[in-house]
């Protein structure tokens, strides 16, 4: 780790990850819940969180310096594909509801674990 900026950026961009997982799951809450009236502009601000985190990479990258941080950064590139594709559907939907739950936030999970299991010796000592 080379500063304290470097920690500060390395945590919030793990923190964002739990962010927009939440974000997912609302999204899905708020086709089954009408009640749930906060989809559009939670919609909205995950479509930013996502150019977000792509444009931290080469940062992130030369922070951690590893080959466990290449290997979840190109990773990113499918789950940002797969995001892209999510947004191709009109929201709310059916559809995009669908393939949130039973495709997207599935490979989200998983590579966020993953980048997860990378950072956490930079965040945890």
């Not at 780790?1 to 964002?16: F, N, R, V």
């Not at 559907?89 to 990378?118: A, D, V």
């Amino acid at each position: 780790m080379k500063s304290i900026e470097d920690y500060t950026l390395l945590s919030a961009y793990y923190h964002l990850l739990f962010t927009i997982e939440e974000g997912l799951c609302y999204l899905i809450e708020a086709e089954e819940n009408l009640s749930k009236t906060e989809g559009d502009r939670i919609y909205q601000d995950l479509i930013q969180a996502f150019f977000y985190l792509d444009s931290t990479h080469s940062t992130l990258l030369f922070i951690m310096d590893s080959r466990c941080a290449e290997i979840c950064v190109k990773a990113f590139d499918q789950i940002f594909a797969e995001f892209d594709q999510l947004v191709s559907f009109s929201f709310p939907s059916h559809e995009f509801c669908e393939y949130l739950k039973e495709h997207f936030l599935i490979h989200y999970r998983k590579w966020m674990l993953s980048i997860h299991q990378c950072m956490e010796p930079f965040l945890i000592n």
